[in-house]
């Protein structure tokens, strides 16, 4: 398995520019989350999706859109960058709710910057 | 408002050190609590905790939960530099999706 993966790396946008963060997972897995992280920060969630055509805000979705059309695909979409939105993005995944015994699996990140 | 604090914010210590990380939280409808070892990218898991009292081990770090007193210490002993990393605790809420509220982490800087 190649667990969840993130594509870019990097990135640098000037204001305005619109891109898409793509994450995928193999793991068959329910949910899937974005996540930002700013330096010193802890992680805040963005959107989350619990299945295919079904995503939901989380606690920083403004200037950002999700779609989720696959159980392993949950892309991020910024419409028009902002130099608040630099930070490093990373995608979650876990299998399912209320076991207590499951955890959320992370992608490597992608580290944007807009200028 | 459901927090997760974590002090000290930031350590340095030398190989061979015993450190332990502190986390306490408030957050309603707690369902666990978990740590993660975070270097240069992602988070990766390292414990859950469900129920207070139980000692979790994994060579040689160490971590137990206390629900009464809302707090979590993730112990690490003989402190290696590859131990150097961000340690993050989270805390898992019973909510419709699978929320989980990150602290801010701590930096640990190991030196030899």
């Known amino acids: 398995n190649a667990g969840v993966t993130q594509t870019p790396k990097f990135r640098i946008l000037k204001i305005g520019q619109s891109m898409t963060l793509q994450c995928a997972q193999d793991m068959n897995h329910n949910y899937m989350y974005w996540y930002r992280q700013d330096p010193g920060m802890g992680l805040k969630l963005i959107y989350y999706s619990v299945g295919a055509g079904i995503t939901d805000k989380g606690e920083v979705p403004n200037g950002y859109n999700v779609s989720r059309s696959t159980t392993e695909d949950f892309p991020l979409r910024l419409e028009l960058a902002a130099p608040s939105q630099t930070s490093v993005y990373f995608c979650a995944s876990s299998y399912s709710l209320g076991l207590g015994t499951d955890t959320q699996y992370f992608g490597p990140g992608t580290r944007l910057t807009v200028l | 408002e459901d927090k997760v604090v974590q002090s000290p914010l930031s350590l340095v210590v030398h190989e061979g050190d015993t450190v332990t990380l502190n986390c306490s939280y408030e957050?309603?409808?707690?369902?666990?609590l978990l740590w993660y070892k975070q270097e240069k990218k992602a988070p990766t898991f390292l414990f859950m905790l469900t129920s207070s009292g139980i000692e979790k081990k994994s060579g040689r770090l160490s971590s137990i939960l206390d629900k009464k007193e809302l707090f979590s210490i993730l112990n690490i002993t003989a402190t290696q530099t590859g131990d150097s990393a961000v340690y993050l605790c989270a805390v898992n809420q019973k909510t419709s999706y699978d929320k989980v509220i990150f602290g801010p982490g701590t930096s640990l800087s190991v030196i030899p």
């Open positions: 957050v309603t409808n707690f369902r666990s």
